[in-house]
């Protein structure tokens, strides 16, 4: 028999003690407990690899930890959004765009961010080194500028002269000068460092102190003072930026300095709802924490990382130190679920610190001793980052799942759930018309016009409920957009994976949120559902709309000379799939759920609005399989444009290496001789079936998009409308022509170079 859950840890944030934590318990699984990550993004980055990495030595996968990846191994929740607060008397956690999320058990490890607030102008021009994925994007815009005007002047402001900023000056410059080797503008004249022309950026760096890096011995800082000389980067020491502008900066000793851009790497601080929540805090904001890692006023929370201050043992804000918490915090975590006293942590006083130059060496920086620049110093720093981001980068197969007959959940318990649903969201309440919870049957007056009903189901492989609500919704609605219809009602049925009552609650409380989410976009009502046990979470709905017979779209009726629009883009089974087997990306996950979540409902309209005729809703079966339906009892035949299919990102990439899934090779079956397979409505598959897109073809697609033969007059005004209303992918695919005589009436083709 399956265990039972007895036990709720969230953890907030994904920083490096939490990764480490999850992958511990992932090695050894606690009996009774849930996990749950709540991070803002879905690739996390390893401080000690990040200098490397603006210099141009890693890539972007080499030193950001797969968050998705990580959570599927620890078989944890892992819900994408920003935590805004805590409730500390109801142990939630209050997030920007979901329910609260409950938990008997809290860790936080969001890390910290540059304190700008006391800076007029700061705030709006200057770009913080914290959150590492906004200043990634502004650095990535910073070198695509560069490379595309190389010979502009560009001119960069550093603010802060500790290690990081010190750090970030030396790899900016390295990250420029790679860009630069790509347009040539260089010349060696020393072959200790490279020297570039006088058009190459400058770098200035401020610091407040009269010496850089304060906190490192004197050796270590005269030889960083000498490096920053010979390379030509600008010291301005006692110097306190007192104003940001769009123009640049200005200190308070009256120097001014115009400049491009200017980048904050100063003094860190902590967002204000930690104290705000009632957590007992250091003077900056900061988490106050006992040995055991856990907050000195409420024993149900733990903090690590930058976000926490160790009362007895004050050490600096540096990523060492919280990748060593990974591991005391994942103990003390254990030791609570068993109700066993914590184990008491103390950090090592002194750390070995390794410092990129960013020319390919590193400095040695320990106590009073210091060596270096160092090409030796620099390999082994990169075997030490190495060895770290190993642990997280082979998690062998996806576990599997044990088979459970489905158990009825008692209706009482749905129906306190829907209760606290509407309580929660008064607005919903309008959406929820239920007499009888747990009941399968439902009772509607019928309007003049047209019933279309429909029916599907899907499995949860998100871990993430709210969210799989929303997409498992509005994939079951799809069918009823296609024809034209209006949703009415929907009944739905719902499996949830075995766990004691509190937990049943809560998942369904988190899952139902998302139905009704979804059924907002169109003001549809739930009129019945029903829960059950069974092996995964699961939910599918039986689902009904009206139209009026006259703009209906079924049977579908397509003519020639219309064009084939099409609103989502494809490879969401190839991503689902990839992810399964740990070999996509959790970015590339991330543009997957987007489109899932997004509803065809205004797509639909925007349809009979610009004159649509026929229309299908691509699913399960794959865009191929379900353009047949638009042909079927029609004389028409149909070209498809290989090169103007939409295609999320990180998918032809997938495909190269992912195994497909039943339904992919399903749909792709080229044994059949007969129109009964989707493969023989093809003319010409032998010329195009190596075309990188060909696969695609096959995908299956969960709440995939709308597929619309649309007059040719009105085309360039509904691929407008869609675009102005968020279907940013919608393309046109095809055009309708006259019969293909004996011919198969799909025929592929790509664009004419």
Known sequence: MAQTLSKEIVLIGGGHAHAIALRQFALNPLPGVRLTLIADTLHTPYSGMLPGHIAGFYSFDQTHIDLHHLCQFARAQLYQDHAIGLDLKRNQVLCAHRPPVHFDLLSIDIGSTPNQIQVPGANNYAIPAKPVSQFLNHWRETIESFARHPTHPLKLAIVGGGAGGVELALTMQQGLF???????????????FVMYTASFPEIHLFHQGQEIMSSHNRVVRKRIAQLMGRRDIQLHLGERVTQVSEQGLQCQSGFTLECDRVFWVTQASAPPWLKAAGLATDTDGFILVKDSLQSVSH?????AGDIATMVNHTRPKAGVFAVRQGQPLYENLKQAVLGKAPKPY???KQILGLIGTGDGKAIASWGKWGLGPNPLLWRWKDWIDRRFMAQFEDFGQSPTHPSLAPIPIPPERLSSVLKRVITDNPKLESLIEIENPGDNLALSSVTSGLLIEGMDFLTDSLRDPYLFGMLATHHCLNPILAKGATPH????????PNSLPTQQEETLYQLLSGVLQALTISQTQLVGCRASLGPRLSLGFSTQGYADPEP???????????VLILTKPLGVGALMTAQEQYKSKGRWLEGAIASMIQSNYPASLTFLETGATACTAVGN???LSHLTTLINNTSVSISLNLDTLPVLEGTLETLRHVRSSPFHQDNSSSTSTTLSEPISYLQNVSSFDSHPVYP???DPQWSGGLVAGIPHPQ????????????????AIIGEVHLPAGDLPPIQLIVNEE
């Open 178 to 192: 790679v860009c630069r080797q790509a347009t040539g503008g260089m010349r060696n004249i020393d072959a200790s």
């Open 299 to 303: 024993p149900q929370v733990f903090a």
């Open 346 to 348: 103390r950090p090592q």
């Open 489 to 496: 009602s929907v009944l739905g049925w719902i499996e949830l």
């Open 552 to 562: 209906v779209l079924y049977p579908p009726k397509l003519q020639p000379g219309q």
């Open 621 to 623: 079966l794959g865009l």
């Open 696 to 698: 695609l073809l096959f």
């Open 715 to 730: 085309a360039e005004e509904c691929l407008k409308l869609l675009q102005n209303l968020g279907y940013t992918h919608s």
